[in-house]
């Protein structure tokens, strides 16, 4: 079940996320009441996440892990952002870095 809310929590940030560039600086109050909406539940199911004994190291791990990989291609697909190989295998690390943390045993 922790996974679960860890998975709507990632969600629900990168909806907000996405949102706060839509909202160009909070000027555009619908889409600042989705970044506000969005940022409150995602803090919301970490904290649920957490409380069903999740470890924080993993769960900000994987956090990171899939909102970065998650942003960087909304960036590119929706929002006319620019890719590099540079950003690619930087994502791959921090991916890379999740799945260690996870094999080590942090995740059981």
């Known amino acids: 079940m922790a996974w679960f809310m ?12 996405s949102a706060l560039k839509l909202s160009e600086g909070f000027t555009h109050k619908g889409w600042s009441l ?10 919301y199911l970490l904290s649920q996440a957490l409380k069903l004994q999740m470890e924080v190291g993993v769960a900000y791990a994987v956090w990171a892990g899939a909102g970065t990989a998650a942003i960087a291609a909304i960036g590119v697909l929706f929002l006319g952002e620019t890719i590099s190989l540079a950003k690619i295998a930087g994502i791959v690390l921090i991916i890379g870095g999740v799945l260690v943390l996870n094999l080590a045993g942090g995740a059981h």
Do not use: D, H, N
């Open 6 to 17: 860890l998975a709507g929590a990632i969600v629900a940030e990168v909806l907000a996320t």
């Open 34 to 43: 989705v970044v506000l909406a969005g940022y409150g539940t995602a803090f």
